[in-house]
């Protein structure tokens, strides 16, 4: 009986990694069927790597565009926790530390966060201060688009000009925008001061 226990735990133990490789293995084979990777990168040399939900990305491709579009494709994926992106564009080689170098930093950053959105923040830089414009679902999202655009290196500013997202008002005279239910049409007679169905 002992022996059956040790068994089990020992079988429970190692398939612990085989769990693990098996999502790897679907981020990595999820990536490589998208539309993006499919469509967009064409002869692009990018290879991707998954270790734990963690995507590592290396390569170079043709526009800083497919490089965004890439990392939100990756880190939109279930099963991926964090990505990161190293890779390089053949058509700019933007300086370490220069503002484009920043600029693309940052829309990492945002991009490989699922509590913010990155598509809705507009990212520019200059001498190393990051304006963000754009519309935020709340008070709570745009904080935290400023906390992540200032924890990438080099930044020594963040002005956040995003505004917050209204609600709509109901377009109902109702505050919940319910329909009230149907009552039973009554038709009423005056007759003899009486109301009559």
């Known amino acids: 009986m002992l022996a059956v226990l040790v068994a089990m735990g020992a079988m429970s133990v190692a398939s612990i990694p085989l769990r693990a490789s098996e999502t790897d293995n679907r ?3 999820s990536a490589n069927q998208s539309y993006v990777f499919i469509n967009c990168l064409n002869n692009s040399l990018v290879k991707i790597v998954s270790k734990d939900g963690v995507v590592t990305l290396t390569g170079t491709v043709a526009s800083s565009k497919c ?14 926790t964090r990505v990161d992106n190293q890779l390089l564009v053949s058509d700019e080689h933007p300086g370490e530390h220069s503002d484009t170098w920043i600029k693309t930093k940052v829309l990492a950053a945002l991009l490989s966060h699922r509590d913010v959105s990155a598509t809705a923040a507009s ?9 963000l414009t754009g519309e935020a679902k709340s008070q709570a999202k745009k904080d935290l688009t400023t906390g992540y655009a200032r924890e990438v290196d080099h930044v020594k500013a963040v002005v956040n000009n995003m505004t ?9 005279s109702f505050a919940w925008g319910i329909a ?11 007759r003899s001061g009486r109301a009559q169905r």
């Open 67 to 80: 490089k965004t579009m890439v990392l939100y494709t990756v880190a939109r994926l279930p099963g991926v």
């Open 123 to 131: 990212v520019k830089v200059k001498d190393g201060v990051v304006i």
């Open 164 to 172: 917050l997202a209204t609600t709509k008002a109901p377009t109902s």
């Open 27 to 29: 981020i990595e084979s």
């Open 180 to 190: 009230p239910a149907k009552l039973p049409s009554m038709a009423f007679e005056q």
